[in-house]
């Protein structure tokens, strides 16, 4: 069974840092697209960053310059490098996995993990 399994999380104080990790297990971590989304309270789910399968990167446009994704393929872990903590950045971060095979989608993703950007 596939599992994608986040760590990292906790309280931090604004200003600070965090680095996320998303543990994979049972899938061919290599081939595919990664994903850090989020979900903060009272608000919808959003794209954080991705990192495509050739090491490509975008960021939502309220993390750029502060957060870094990155992925290690031999031991199949995602990375999120979060920087110069926000209050508004508090919110579960999701792992999420996504490739395309034959036309359809293949889509996996973590249990999530809590942020909290307090003083």
């Known amino acids: 069974q596939v599992q994608l399994v986040e760590s990292g999380g906790g309280l931090v104080q604004p200003g600070g840092s965090l680095r996320l990790s998303c543990a994979t297990s049972k899938i061919i971590f290599s081939v595919y697209d990664m994903n850090w989304y989020r979900q903060g309270p009272g608000k919808q789910r959003e794209l954080v960053a991705n990192?495509?399968?050739?090491?490509?990167?975008n960021y939502g446009d309220s993390v750029k310059g502060r957060f870094t994704i990155s992925r290690d393929n031999a031991k199949k872990t995602l990375y999120l490098q979060m920087n110069n903590l926000k209050p508004e950045d508090t919110a579960v971060y999701y792992c999420?996995?996504?490739?395309?095979?034959?036309?359809?989608?293949?889509?996996?993703w973590g249990q999530g993990t809590q942020v909290t950007v307090s003083s």
């Open positions: 990192i495509t399968y050739d090491l490509i990167t």
């Open positions: 999420h996995a996504h490739r395309i095979v034959a036309n359809k989608a293949l889509d996996f």
